[in-house]
């Protein structure tokens, strides 16, 4: 299809999602962006009270959402909250809401969940906007060719105010996947197989369009776990052109466009896709033929490896920095250089997290608890009480329970602990969130990162799995 | 203790050595320390790298001894989360100035907010200014922020690269909301024109109000 304007260079999906939100620039080339969605969770007392200090109203009520999620307990929903300070930032969130006037879910609405799952799941986030939260993981929204991104608590009060930001414009880079992963490979291995390649600093101060027939190929979910961990590259943006599969799942949501709107915003959205010829500022390419399952041994994301393989030597790596951080990781994870990934035993095991706790991320884990037993305590937090409602009419709940896993409600949970979800000193946890720092899920705890599928295994084992077994 | 970020100028201050790459925002501040409100006399300064081990001394604030102004430390300094506590810590602890090879892009967004100043410098120019500081602890580092410098005992003056805006900020030592304000009907306009133009700019309000 030629661009609307025949004239007109080519543009990035970054760029025209960007454009049509600069409202001025100034001489430095800043630019002050208008923010169509703005996200927020407890962590935002801080903003309010520079909101407060100053008495500034919020400039656009409508739109704000505040929800309840990274201090939600997910035991014992409803009776009062032991601790009095995750008490008193639950409280906060819901006198805040009162007092400026936003909307709000709190711990009982049936909408509750994780931000990064609530927003997709009500339509509230759609193709074609900017969204902003102060959490990292917000460029999850970018799956939906959403311009979205992670501030602090600063820009959340500056949104709160004005509803804009001022920004520098970062470069545009495209990561093309290319291969088609083999039976039980998912985004999760993907992205993690990516982030080994590039490093954690190789996306800073770069949006990532991800590309390609892999991620075309993708679900929604797996397209929102791409998306969800560009972060830990250092990429602030993630995203994704919206295609069929996009507004398939957009179309019918509660906050989405309807009837001969809708049709408006589908031909709007189209058009939105990288144009043929537009120039990135770097081309990556990531092939994922014949990957394994992939898995963290470090504590930064990008210390990942295929489950087949070995814990690295840190002598053998290629500069002196990443083998400083390669020794000091495998000291806190208390592992051996050459150690073989498979057949390492785990304590813990969490699935839950914005990154891995869709529906289709339970169904994956529920295939591999089928008739099984959990071998070491497992915590599973859906990433929404809407995908918990879901799970529970497809007797996945059952499952789970039955073969011993603990099903909770809706939160952040584990993946920061915050709420008291907490991995002890030592333990070893299977995870399927995204941050395996260290202290990151309790202090001294020692995080892996994986699939559900990879999780799911880990529980039923005790310990990393084979990747025969997670693609049964 | 909620002060507004005072206005960086120069700044002549010891330094400490931190030399590890990827401390992320979690080692900075654990998550378990969010919750606290920052108006405590000495605000987020106890969480500073809480539960970090073998700490040189002066990059956790000791009882008695003053913190280090400056930290010295490895590339990707604050990765990881977006939380704004990791700034109110290093700040609340008397750090006016990081320097590193690179930083996580929030982090580097909440400090300019905050008064914290990023100083990014090639991998060998950090280094250089480690080796300076190990050899005499006691030594003062100078940055100037209008002039872009940095300087240290033996070792010539350095230029560093920062974003206008964000030096703007922080030689002002203010956040930039009551600048924008001063566009509130600009911005009004822009949106109005956006949300005709694409009418579902604007969820519709009962159905956010409430569960259906
Ligand atoms: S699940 Fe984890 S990463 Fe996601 S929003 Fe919550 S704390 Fe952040």
Redesign the pocket.
């Known amino acids: 299809m030629p661009p609307e304007d025949a004239t007109a260079p080519p543009r990035t999906l970054f760029e025209k999602v960007w454009e049509r939100h600069v409202v001025a620039r100034d001489a430095a080339g800043n630019e002050l962006l208008f923010i169509d969605r703005h996200l927020a969770?407890e962590g935002s007392f801080h903003a309010f009270a520079k909101l407060a200090e100053r008495d500034l109203p919020v400039a656009r009520p409508d739109l704000t959402l505040l929800i309840a999620?990274?201090y939600a307990p997910t035991r014992g929903r409803g009776a009062p909250i032991a601790d009095p300070e995750v008490a008193r930032v639950i409280d906060q969130l819901g006198e805040n809401a009162a007092r400026f006037g936003l909307s709000l879910i709190g711990l009982s609405d049936p909408r509750q969940g994780?931000?990064?799952v609530v927003g997709p799941e009500l339509g509230f986030t759609l193709p074609g906007l900017t969204v902003v939260c102060g959490?990292?993981?917000t460029s999850t929204h970018g799956a939906f060719g959403a311009v979205a991104f992670g501030i602090g608590a600063s820009e959340v009060a500056h949104v709160l105010a004005t509803q804009t930001l001022w920004q520098r414009r970062p470069l545009a880079k495209r990561v093309r996947f290319s291969g088609r992963p083999d039976a039980g490979v998912g985004a999760k291995d993907l992205v993690l197989a990516m982030i080994a390649q590039i490093g954690a600093d190789g996306g800073t101060g770069a949006a990532l369009e991800y590309a390609g027939p892999t991620v075309e190929a993708l679900s929604m979910a797996g397209r929102m776990t791409l998306c969800?961990l560009a972060i830990e590259c250092g990429a602030r943006f993630g995203l994704i052109a919206p295609d069929r599969t996009t507004f398939d799942w957009v179309a019918g949501r509660p906050l989405a466009p309807e009837g001969a709107m809708l049709e408006r915003a589908l031909a709007d959205w189209r058009a939105l896709a990288s144009d043929p010829g537009a120039a990135f500022a770097e081309e990556i390419a990531v092939s994922v033929e014949g990957l394994a399952p992939m898995v963290t041994w470090g504590t930064s994301p990008e210390q990942a490896a295929p489950v087949t393989g070995r814990v690295p030597d840190p002598a053998e790596l290629p500069t002196a920095a990443k083998r400083d951080a390669a020794a000091q990781a495998l000291a806190y994870m208390d592992l051996a250089p050459g150690q073989p990934l498979e057949g390492l035993a785990m304590d813990r095991v969490f699935i839950?997290?914005?990154?891995n706790a869709r529906l289709e991320d339970l169904r994956e884990a529920a295939e591999v608890f089928r008739g099984r037993t959990a071998q070491v305590p497992t915590l599973i937090s859906p990433g929404s009480s809407a995908v918990k409602r879901a799970a529970e009419a497809e007797g996945l709940d059952r499952v789970f329970r039955t073969a011993g896993v603990e099903w909770a409600e809706s939160?952040?949970?584990m993946?920061?602990g915050?709420n008291g979800d907490l991995v002890p000193p030592g333990a070893r946890c299977a995870s399927t969130?995204?941050?395996n720092f260290p202290g990151r899920q309790g202090p001294g705890s020692r995080t892996h990162l994986m699939s559900p599928r990879m999780a799911a295994l880990a529980a039923v084992t005790g310990a990393l799995g084979r990747p025969e077994e997670s693609a049964r | 203790m909620t002060v507004g970020p005072q206005p960086f100028a120069a700044l002549e201050a010891p330094a400490c050595v931190l030399d590890r790459a990827n401390l992320d925002t979690d080692q900075i501040v654990p998550a378990r320390f969010l919750r606290k409100p920052r108006s405590a006399p000495d605000g987020y300064a106890p969480f500073l790298f809480r539960d970090l081990e073998g700490l040189p001394p002066g990059a956790r604030p000791a009882e008695g001894a003053p913190a280090a102004r400056i930290l010295l430390t490895g590339p990707n300094f604050g990765c990881g989360?977006s939380r704004e506590g990791a700034v109110y810590a290093l700040v609340d602890a008397g750090v006016r100035a990081v320097v590193a090879e690179s930083f996580g892009d929030i982090f580097r967004a909440n400090a300019a907010r905050n008064g914290l100043l990023c100083v990014r410098l090639s991998a060998a120019q950090v280094a250089a200014l480690m080796r300076s500081v190990t050899a005499s602890p006691q030594a003062r580092l100078r940055i100037d922020l209008p002039e872009q410098t940095v300087a240290a005992p033996g070792v010539a003056p350095m230029r560093f690269e920062i974003e206008s805006f964000s030096k703007q900020l922080l030689v002002a030592g203010q956040d930039e909301i009551g600048f924008t304000l001063a566009r509130a009907a600009e911005i009004a306009a822009f949106a109005a024109q956006a949300e005709a133009e694409r009418p579902w700019l604007v969820p519709p309000p009962e159905r956010l109000r409430t569960a259906p």
Request: aromatic share 0%; charged share 10%.
């Open positions: 969770h999620d990274h994780i931000v990064h959490d990292s993981h969800n839950g997290s914005c990154t939160g952040c949970s993946c920061v915050m969130a995204n941050r | 989360s």
